[in-house]
């Protein structure tokens, strides 16, 4: 079993939520997908344009719920 990590802020400024990616890249410099089983991060990039099965589905997800939350749907 896997556990996809976002880093999701809110910017007072804009009043928007988003996807703080850099925050992201700080904070995970393992990866942001935690595999239970082996008790291991990597990264949902595996190269080659290559990315871990549903992580392409999930940042969809995670992008039409912003969206959402930011009103523009």
Do not use: C
């Not at 990597?42 to 997800?61: F, K, R, T, V, W």
């Amino acid at each position: 079993m896997k556990q996809h990590h976002f880093v999701i802020a809110y910017d007072t400024e804009t009043n928007t939520w988003y996807w703080d990616t850099d925050s992201e890249e700080a904070r995970f410099v393992d990866g942001t997908i935690y595999d239970k089983s082996t008790e291991s991060w990597s990264s949902g990039y595996l190269g080659d344009g290559e990315y871990e099965p549903q992580e392409n589905d999930l940042a969809n997800i995670l992008q039409t719920n912003l969206r959402a939350m930011n009103g523009d749907q």
